[in-house]
């Protein structure tokens, strides 16, 4: 399908990413105007971090041109574009985090390791350890345990289902593949558990997902970063915190929380989760499938 042209797309402007309004607008931009516009493809979120003086000096451009483009883009200013370049980056979108000046220097595996650390920290001020074990029992308890995640809070989920599934029987990542979350969603009931890993980004519909988990009577815990409010619709919400020196969100201490929280459950599992682990290193052995 064919795309609409430039001055279409300026009057649906609102609607238009600032990545969008770019590549709509590349084909009509003069060479001067191109080399900015290619160079923002690359690093939209520096148009956040500048002045335009600055931006120009970065992608070797007048100070005209990128008043200019800015223009071509509908925006009635260069402010006015960099508030909409803020949002974005305020949206969690990696490709906004990206700077042509990136700090190379120094030792980058520190810089990281420490800032995963302080997570771990802050976290930890954040969740009780009343509430973890109020999950772990009532995992426990639960007729069926559904860990739900997309994007990247799909491995998140399927790690916490994988570690809660060696201590009870009825434990499951959703979407299942083949289904949509309609089918286990409709079969959940009261006294179920649905572990919601949600952080950013967040898929547009998480509010119905929670609202539907709770008219189906089970109890819902939230995983969200911490610059998320406390929400009082959920029975257990745990924020965690995933600032990173870079693009990519730091998920250590939600690692942290789900281990936590899975050694609650072994922990309060007593001899029945003990005598489920040592079936299954039995079996383990029996079929050969681990190294010693």
Excluded at 13 to 41: G, H, M, N
Excluded at 252 to 277: N, P
């Amino acid at each position: 399908m064919s795309r609409l042209p430039v001055n279409a797309c300026m009057e649906n402007k609102d609607l238009d990413s600032f990545v969008e309004r770019l590549r709509d607008a590349l084909a009509s931009l003069r060479p001067a105007e191109r080399r900015l516009a290619e160079f923002l493809l690359n690093f939209p979120g520096d148009l956040a971090s500048y002045q335009a003086s600055e931006l120009g000096q970065l992608a070797k451009v007048s100070n005209a041109t990128v008043t200019r483009t800015i223009r071509k883009l509908g925006y009635a200013s260069f402010d006015e574009a960099r508030r909409h370049v803020r949002a974005e980056r305020q949206s969690g979108a990696a490709l906004f985090q990206i700077s042509s000046h990136a700090d190379q220097s120094g030792d980058q595996v520190g810089i990281h390791f420490e800032q995963a650390i302080h997570n771990i920290g802050e976290t930890g001020k954040l969740i009780a350890v009343s509430e973890i074990d109020d999950l772990a029992r009532a995992i426990l308890s639960a007729g069926q345990v559904a860990f739900i995640g997309f994007r990247a809070n799909r491995g998140l989920a399927t790690y916490a289902r994988f570690q809660v599934g060696q201590i009870i029987r009825h434990a499951v990542d959703l979407p299942s593949p083949g289904l949509t979350l309609a089918e286990p969603l409709s079969a959940l009931q009261m006294g179920d558990v649905v572990v919601y890993f949600a952080l950013p980004r967040r898929v547009a519909d998480t509010q119905t997902i929670i609202e539907q988990v709770g008219k189906c009577g089970a109890s819902l815990a939230y995983v969200s970063d911490d610059a998320v409010d406390r929400r009082t619709d959920v029975t257990w919400h745990f924020r965690c915190s995933t600032f990173a020196p870079g693009p990519i969100y730091n998920h250590a201490s939600v690692m942290a929380l789900i281990h936590v929280l899975v050694t609650r459950v072994v922990e309060l599992s007593g001899e029945e989760g003990r005598r489920r682990l040592a079936k299954i290193e039995a079996l383990h052995r029996v079929l050969g499938e681990l190294e010693n």
